[in-house]
């Protein structure tokens, strides 16, 4: 039997936790250190080209999303599914994705919300940082006009069924 707490397979959560790390890391890595991600030389920041260096060494797979995001969409769907297969109950599946579902959606619409009232009064800078961090990816972001009922819709619908 798994390691479980109220329900939880801990050692997967864990691992859950460590590829969300290393997709936040990835996200400053290539904001800020393009050249460790994209192996290009016209995004070093660093003495001695350290950057090509890390991209080049064992660090560089853990600083890769590419290998996190599926391991957390796997595991999610995982540890998400096993008490429906424990019990073969299909009432847990509903239950369980409205308690998910209203647990997650305040703080997504909160988090959204807030981007738009930051967006809506120019707060964000990613194009001019992007001159700074010469990051391509970092100036991809929010060109776009602010709309209130669009961040609504994003924060309650999009972001879980879109």
């Not at 016209?42 to 060494?57: D, N, P």
């Not at 599914?81 to 994705?97: G, N």
């Amino acid at each position: 039997m798994l390691k479980q707490q109220k329900g939880k397979i801990l050692y997967l959560e864990g691992v859950r936790g460590i590829a969300a790390i290393t997709v936040v890391i990835t996200h400053f890595v290539i904001a800020f250190y393009g050249a460790v991600y994209y192996m290009d030389v016209q995004q070093i920041h660093t003495a001695g080209g350290l950057e090509l260096v890390i991209g080049q060494s064992v660090l560089a797979w853990y600083l890769s999303g590419n290998f996190a995001v599926p391991v957390l969409f796997v595991l999610s769907a995982y540890v998400l599914s096993y008490r429906f297969f424990c019990t073969q109950d299909e009432e847990v599946v509903r239950r369980s994705a409205c308690r998910r579902y209203f647990r997650l959606a305040v703080p997504n619409a909160v988090s959204v919300l807030f981007g738009y009232v930051v967006l809506r009064l120019g707060g964000i800078c990613s194009s001019e940082a992007s001159g700074i961090t010469l990051s391509h990816w970092l100036d991809s972001f929010y060109h776009f006009d602010a709309d209130f009922f669009a961040a609504l819709k994003q924060g309650l619908l999009d972001g879980f069924f879109a």
